[in-house]
């Protein structure tokens, strides 16, 4: 729903003028449900680590199993939800008649990046979050204004300094391609989308060894 309810308030708003959004490549109802979807995805990817462990705590301290399986189970409910709103993706070309192109193929991979970078970034907050309640109750606060520094609602912008902070902004070349394979075939980016890739694919190793070597301690504060 909340990519629907998005959609609908931003095109009234674009068709009566009060907001100048710019030209998008894709009809514009689709391009923010199809934006929209990545984005939950991307949060719920950051939000997992900390809800998994948040939620786990009165068994991390009674019961001894791998602690990275309470990860694994959040990025598998990640992956089931946004098979939730392929449902929609699916019926967003089908209403609009996008074409699908053979690069479709590639956008899964796109995805899984995408997400590799919310998960990490929730690796390195979990261990933290599980000690102090603070850091989830602050984190809608992180990413309210980083989803406007993000081209979900908006093309990416090509100048100023408002376009450098989008582009620089990580989420922005792992959406724009994944949005990009799935639907024009056309990468704007591949650079900045690499570079992205491989940010989400060093953090997401650090922030595994960070959250395996500090969950002991964490465990056993808990405990105490």
Same mark, same amino acid.
């Given at each position: 729903?909340?990519?629907?309810?998005?959609?609908?308030?931003?095109?009234?708003?674009?068709n009566t003028g009060v907001v100048n959004i710019g030209e998008t490549n894709l009809p514009y109802p689709a391009y923010v449900m199809f934006s929209m979807a990545l984005w939950q995805t991307f949060v719920e990817a950051l939000n997992g680590?900390?809800?998994?462990?948040?939620?786990?705590?009165?068994? &991390?301290?009674?019961i001894n199993f791998p602690r990275e399986?309470?990860?694994?189970?959040?990025?598998?409910?990640?992956? =089931?939800?946004?098979?939730i709103k392929l449902i929609l993706i699916v019926g967003l070309f089908l209403w =609009?008649?996008?074409?699908?192109?053979?690069s479709v193929v590639l956008a899964p991979v796109a995805l899984v990046h995408l997400v590799m970078l919310g998960t990490a970034i929730g690796l390195f907050l979990s261990p933290l979050g599980a000690l102090?309640?603070?850091?989830?109750?602050?984190?809608?606060?992180?990413?309210?204004?980083? =989803? &406007?520094?993000?081209?979900?609602?908006?093309?990416?912008?090509?100048?100023?300094?408002f376009g450098a902070i989008v582009n620089w902004n990580p989420v922005t070349p792992l959406l724009v391609t994944t949005r990009e394979l799935?639907?024009?075939?056309?990468?704007?980016?591949?650079?900045? =989308?690499?570079?992205?890739?491989?940010?989400?694919?060093?953090?997401?190793l650090v922030a595994w060894v960070m959250y395996r070597l500090a969950m002991p301690f964490i465990v056993e504060r808990m405990s105490s």
């Open positions: 729903m909340p990519p629907v309810i998005t959609a609908f308030g931003l095109v009234l708003a674009r680590p900390l809800a998994a462990v948040n939620q786990a705590k009165p068994m &991390l301290a009674k399986a309470i990860i694994l189970a959040k990025l598998g409910e990640v992956f =089931f939800n946004f098979g =609009f008649h996008i074409p699908v192109t053979w102090y309640g603070d850091v989830s109750k602050a984190l809608p606060l992180v990413v309210a204004p980083w =989803f &406007l520094l993000t081209p979900v609602i908006y093309p990416v912008p090509q100048g100023g300094w799935a639907t024009t075939g056309l990468v704007s980016d591949p650079a900045g =989308f690499w570079a992205a890739s491989g940010l989400a694919l060093v953090g997401l």
